[in-house]
């Protein structure tokens, strides 16, 4: 699976594309196949993005699971203090082992 990450042009946010725009949540990210090249041009040159890159993924439950540390630690936060992270409210925020 290969899902497609940037940060926010306006507000240096980490993006996750979803099919339509891009999100805040990793699990909004979808795979992208080999379209990553083509939507990547078209969403840096509307500027909505910037810094966009594909990564490999892996579909869990109800998530999406990036494959390397630097990625999940760039979907989830902080991994010193859980009550950071981008839900601290969610119990589950934190259960993935980094």
Avoid: C, F
Wanted: net charge negative; glycine share 8%.
């Amino acid at each position: 699976m290969k899902i497609l990450t940037g940060n926010d042009l306006k507000t240096g946010a980490v993006t996750w594309w979803d099919g339509v725009q891009w999100s805040l949540h990793v699990e909004d990210a979808v795979d992208v196949g080999d379209h990553a090249d083509t939507i990547l041009a078209r969403e840096i040159a509307t500027q909505r993005v910037n810094g966009g890159y594909a990564i490999d993924a892996t579909k869990e439950a109800d998530s999406v699971r990036p494959a390397h540390i630097k990625d999940r630690i760039r979907a989830l936060g902080p991994t010193v203090r859980p009550d950071l992270t981008l839900k601290p409210a969610d119990p589950a925020a934190g259960n993935w082992v980094i």
